[in-house]
């Protein structure tokens, strides 16, 4: 299963990024054996409409684009779930294992996510109760990402 991860508004160079891109490499090399492939990133701008529903308007039309070809989508979104990384794990490979070829996890802009988006995901998740800046909700979803390969390999990096 192809894995991208669609995020409103672009990390700049610093600790984060570096961070995040490591687990996200990690993740690249370690899924393949285990039925997941690392498709990327995709960036897209925040909207700069003037009222916030315009804004989650506009970021869920690019979205939109992606989950044309029958992509599933995971949303972040404090109002999901918040469960393990073993539960994690069991979602994505159930998933896999159905034949899903492709699956978007979207990360939304400071407004968060279009209503209507909810209602065409999979799975809503949420990494707990708290609002996380968008930097440190991208490097938790690498690493998580990375725990997930790690996980269905048996790999001792995630010991329960």
Do not use: C
């Not at 979803?141 to 001792?156: C, K, M």
């Amino acid at each position: 299963m192809r894995i991208v991860v669609h995020a409103v508004g672009r990390m700049k160079a610093g600790p984060e990024r570096e961070l995040a891109d490591r687990y996200f490499d990690r993740f690249a090399k370690a899924g393949p054996a285990v039925g997941f492939e690392w498709a990327g990133v995709v960036e897209t701008p925040e909207s700069r409409a003037a009222s916030a529903p315009e804004r989650k308007r506009d970021e869920a039309a690019k979205l939109d684009r992606m989950l044309a070809d029958g992509a599933a989508l995971v949303l972040l979104d404090e109002r999901g779930k918040n469960i393990g990384s073993e539960d994690f794990a069991a979602w994505l490979g159930k998933w896999r294992d159905k034949g899903q070829r492709d699956l978007v996890i979207a990360i939304g802009g400071a407004d968060g996510h279009a209503p209507e988006l909810a209602d065409k995901a999979a799975l809503l998740l949420s990494f707990g109760a708290l609002t996380w800046p968008h930097q440190l909700a991208r490097v938790m979803l690498a690493e998580q990402l990375y725990r997930v390969a790690s996980i269905a390999a048996g790999h001792p990096y995630h010991r329960s």
